[in-house]
T-cell receptor
Framework: EAQVTQNPRYLITVTGKKLTVTCSQN?????MSWYRQDPGLGLRQIYY???????DKGDVPEGYKVSRKEKRNFPLILESPSPNQTSLYFC?????????????FGPGTRLTVL | AQSVTQLDSHVSVSEGTPVLLRCNYS??????LFWYVQHPNKGLQLLLK??????LVKGINGFEAEFKKSETSFHLTKPSAHMSDAAEYFC???????????FGRGTSLIVHP
């Protein structure tokens, strides 16, 4: 089944404890992206990647890192999480660089930072 | 630069009545426009998209939207609401060559029996 998967789906952690949220897609998509969703603010893009080893900042990159070593994986890294990073996170992928195109979203990761 | 405004944070309708969710946009380029739906505790799913072909776009589940360049609008409609349509709806604009789509803040559709 074609899909975008994220792990974990739920995570509660404490301030300063490094964490990684994984994202994987099995559709051979070139473009991948991370968003955070907060009430009343919609989705805001954190980072995106146009292909392997190519990443760039979105609207709200502060406090986050990403890497794209393989086409299918695009992990989101919080090296020192803070409470203001408590949010719902979505990974998405797009088939090709002929943007704009349909985004395929993962199921979301709900992160709570205490 | 681009932006999108969803004019209503909440819309409440009765089952069987029409649905109208309003979206205005601005974009420096010829925009592509999307509507996504998010059901509770789920990811986002594409409803429909406009990418410079026909201005009236039909999507899944009976939804449609009309691109009106003169009004910079892309409102989402459905003739008859179902209970299963209760969800959060997002309008998204992406300019040609843009890798950072802009999401509206969302409209929560409430459907009463």
């Amino acid at each position: 089944e074609a899909q975008v998967t994220q792990n974990p789906r739920y995570l509660i952690t404490v301030t300063g404890k490094k964490l990684t949220v994984t994202c994987s897609q099995n559709m051979n998509h070139e473009y991948m992206s991370w968003y955070r969703q907060d009430p009343g603010l919609g989705l805001r893009q954190i980072y995106y990647s146009m292909n392997v080893e190519v990443t760039d900042k979105g609207d709200v990159p502060e406090g986050y890192k990403v890497s794209r070593k393989e086409k299918r994986n695009f992990p989101l890294i919080l090296e020192s999480p803070s409470p203001n990073q408590t949010s719902l996170y979505f990974c998405a992928s797009i088939p090709r660089l002929a943007l704009p195109d349909t985004q395929y979203f993962g199921p979301g990761t709900r992160l709570t930072v205490l | 630069a681009q932006s999108v405004t969803q004019l209503d944070s909440h819309v409440s309708v009765s089952e069987g009545t029409p649905v109208l969710l309003r979206c205005n946009y601005s974009s420096s380029y010829s925009p592509s426009l999307f509507w996504y739906v998010q059901h509770p505790n789920k990811g986002l799913q594409l409803l429909l998209k406009y990418t410079s072909a026909a201005t009236l776009v039909k999507g899944i589940n009976g939804f449609e939207a009309e691109f009106k360049k003169s009004e910079t609008s892309f409102h989402l409609t459905k003739p008859s609401a179902h209970m299963s349509d209760a969800a959060e709806y997002f309008c998204v604009v992406s300019g040609r060559g843009s890798y950072i789509p802009t999401f509206g803040r969302g409209t929560s559709l409430i459907v009463h029996p």
